[in-house]
């Protein structure tokens, strides 16, 4: 039973196109996150979302859109895809909002190249 | 937001005690200080995470100063297994995990 699990793994296409990475958790958590790896391995929050809530936005151009259909979803569409946009994606999930003593589960990254 | 300083590699023998030390002297009194690792092409997983008191679990122990501006993540025999990048973390604003460069740890056999 994966915990986070999020799909594809790898995603390779061409600037300009639209793409989704889906993310799911069981663990009955409150709160999920999109994180970004960039080529230098820094790990960056990107979103996070409590009980489908939008809470956190780090400053991600518009081009990224995360949708959470339920507390267990948190999809990331991508429109207009540019090169800058490769990177690891991962999605987490936490059990509560307002507390730094949450653990954080990460899943397994998906790796996007645009050509 | 509290900064974390961690040395960018170490090295270790397999089935030796490894200190991985991290400083933070900027914390506040209710950060809460993680550790994660991450393992080639895999995501962070949890490690441990304390307060003020020390911490064990089954993977490592968490040795945290009295002033609580540095902290040393114990593992206590080192396996191959264990070779990562291994990230000291005070969340921000609760729910902002903030990784920096880690250290990365090499474990010879």
């Known amino acids: 039973d994966t915990a986070v699990s999020q799909t594809p793994k790898y995603l390779v296409t061409q600037m300009g196109n639209d793409k989704s990475i889906k993310c799911e958790q069981n663990l009955g958590h409150d709160t999920m996150y999109w994180y970004k790896q960039d080529s230098k391995k820094f790990l960056k929050i990107m979103f996070s979302y409590n009980n489908k809530e939008l809470i956190i936005n780090e400053t991600v151009p518009n081009r990224f859109s995360p949708k959470s259909p339920d507390k267990a979803h948190l999809n990331l569409h991508i429109n207009s895809l540019e090169l800058g946009d490769s990177a690891v994606y991962f999605c987490?999930?936490?059990?509560?909002?307002?507390?730094?003593?949450?653990?954080?589960?990460f899943g397994e990254g998906s790796w996007l190249t645009v050509v | 937001d509290a900064k974390t300083t961690q040395p960018n590699s170490m090295e270790s023998n397999e089935e030796e005690p490894v200190h991985l030390p991290c400083n933070h002297s900027?914390?506040?009194?209710?950060?809460?200080i993680h550790w994660y690792r991450q393992l080639p092409s895999q995501g962070p997983e949890y490690v441990i995470h304390?307060?003020?008191s020390n911490v064990n679990n089954r993977m490592a122990s968490l040795a945290i100063a009295e002033d609580r501006k540095s902290s040393t993540l114990i593992l206590h025999r080192a396996t191959l297994r264990d070779a990562a990048v291994y990230y000291c973390i005070l969340p921000y604003n609760f729910n902002k995990f903030y990784f920096g460069s880690g250290t990365k740890l090499n474990v010879k056999p």
């Open positions: 304390g307060l003020t």
């Open positions: 900027t914390i506040s009194g209710t950060d809460y």
């Open positions: 987490a999930s936490s059990p509560r909002q307002g507390s730094s003593g949450n653990t954080i589960y």
